[in-house]
Nanobody
Framework: LQLVESGGGLVQPGGSLRLSCAAS????????MGWYRQAPGKERELVAR???????NYADSVKARFTISRDNAKSTMYLQMGTLKPEDTAVYYC?????????????WGQGTLVTVSS
C-alpha cells in the first residue's frame, strides 16, 4: 500500500485548503486513517483521525476548523482545513493503520507542506 498526499501549498491566514490522501489499494480494511503534522523543530502530532466506521476525533487546536473524511470507494481520505492560522504551518502526513486482528499494517505518506502566511 502506498499513500500519496496532495493539496498543500501557501495560503493566507483565515484561508482554506483541502488535503487529499490517495491510497494505491482499497482502504476499507484499515481501522484508522489519520492526518498528522510536523512543524519545524517540533514533534509529529495527530491532527485528526477517522475510523472505518466513520468516527472522528481531532486535536483541540483544530476542532471546529478542520474536517476529516474518507471515501472508501475512491480509496481516498481528505482533510478540509478552514480558518487557517500561521501555527498550522507544517508538513502534513497521512497515515493508515490496520490492527493485528486484521493483519497489522501501518503506512505513512511522504507528506505535503502547508504554509500559512501573509
Amino acid at each position: 500500500l502506498q499513500l500519496v498526499e496532495s493539496g498543500g501549498g501557501l495560503v493566507q491566514p483565515g484561508g482554506s485548503l483541502r488535503l487529499s490522501c490517495a491510497a494505491s489499494e482499497n482502504i476499507f480494511s484499515f481501522n484508522y486513517m489519520g492526518w498528522y503534522r510536523q512543524a519545524p523543530g517540533k514533534e509529529r502530532e495527530l491532527v485528526a483521525r477517522i475510523t472505518d466506521g466513520g468516527i472522528t476525533n481531532y486535536a483541540d487546536s483544530v476542532k471546529a476548523r478542520f474536517t476529516i473524511s474518507r471515501d472508501n470507494a475512491k480509496s481516498t481520505m481528505y482533510l478540509q482545513m478552514g480558518t487557517l492560522k500561521p501555527e498550522d504551518t507544517a508538513v502534513y502526513y497521512c497515515n493508515a493503520y490496520r490492527s493485528p486482528l486484521n493483519g497489522y499494517l501501518e503506512v505513512w505518506g511522504q507528506g505535503t507542506l502547508v504554509t500559512v502566511s501573509s
